[in-house]
Nanobody, 126 residues
């Protein structure tokens, strides 16, 4: 699978941004998807995951209530709507995919997923 994230940029604290990730190379609607981020000098961390149909989601505590993950299987795209952004949300955001179809295992995703795209940079000014 090929994953291409986009939508990063510079936003003021309190603002919003929507990231997109376009997938290709396999049947998108069979696989869970996720978003991760990595800030400078820090380890990569899990942000959110969504199951293959889009009716189950899971979030890191740090973004719960502010970020929303969604997907459009007709467009082979997963989104991350980020609201009420904080300076600590600044990072490179990565789209990722589970390579096992019809599996949704959030406890596993804290450690990562199987396929990764290139990241998109989000900068939050205070």
């Amino acid at each position: 699978v090929q994953l291409q994230a986009s939508g990063g940029g510079l936003v003021q604290a309190g603002g919003s941004l929507r990231l997109s990730c376009a997938a290709s190379g396999r049947t998108f609607s069979n696989y869970a998807m996720g978003w991760f981020r990595q800030a400078p000098g820090k380890e990569r961390e899990f942000v959110a995951a969504i199951n293959w149909t889009g009716d189950r989601t899971y979030y890191a505590d740090s973004v719960k209530g502010r970020f929303t993950i969604s997907r459009d299987n007709a467009k082979n795209t997963v989104y991350l709507q980020m609201n009420s952004l904080k300076p600590e949300d600044a990072a490179v955001y990565y789209c990722a995919a589970d390579n096992t179809p019809w599996r949704f295992n959030p406890s596993r995703y804290y450690y990562g997923m199987d396929s990764w795209g290139k990241g998109t940079l989000v900068t939050v000014s205070s």
